[in-house]
């Protein structure tokens, strides 16, 4: 099976900086796109941000200069290092990858979520 562990989660002052961190581990092939989505009370899942296997990022609006995505391809792992935190990033975030298992299968994985909460 595949499994997507996350940490680095926290409570943090706003203004502060965490980094989150992914590792993808198991029965896996090759691995795709590998991205952070989160979800606050009372509102959708909603994308953070997304890395391809080339590197190329998308960034969602409202993280823009102070979200930075990154990954280690050989590791299967993806970091995401938040700066200027500001309450309204309060929220669990969510690791995704898509993952070709040995059974030539592309699927989508989920991590368990780490909560972030940014807090006077």
């Known amino acids: 099976q595949v499994q997507l562990v996350e940490s680095g989660g926290g409570l943090v002052q706003p203004g502060g900086s965490l980094r989150l961190s992914c590792v993808a581990s198991?029965?896996?092939?090759?691995?795709?796109?590998m991205g952070w989505y989160r979800q606050a009370p009372g509102k959708q899942r909603e994308l953070v941000a997304l890395?391809?296997?080339?590197?190329?990022?998308n960034n969602a609006d409202s993280v823009k200069g102070r979200f930075t995505i990154s990954r280690d391809t050989a590791k299967n792992v993806v970091v995401l290092q938040m700066s200027s935190l500001q309450p309204e990033d309060t929220a669990v975030y969510y690791c995704?990858?898509?993952?070709?298992?040995?059974?030539?299968?592309?699927?989508?994985?989920w991590g368990q979520g780490t909560q972030v909460t940014v807090s006077s």
């Open positions: 995704k990858a898509e993952i070709l298992t040995p059974d030539w299968r592309m699927s989508d994985y």
């Open positions: 198991g029965r896996i092939f090759s691995v795709a796109g």
């Open positions: 890395i391809n296997s080339g590197g190329r990022v």
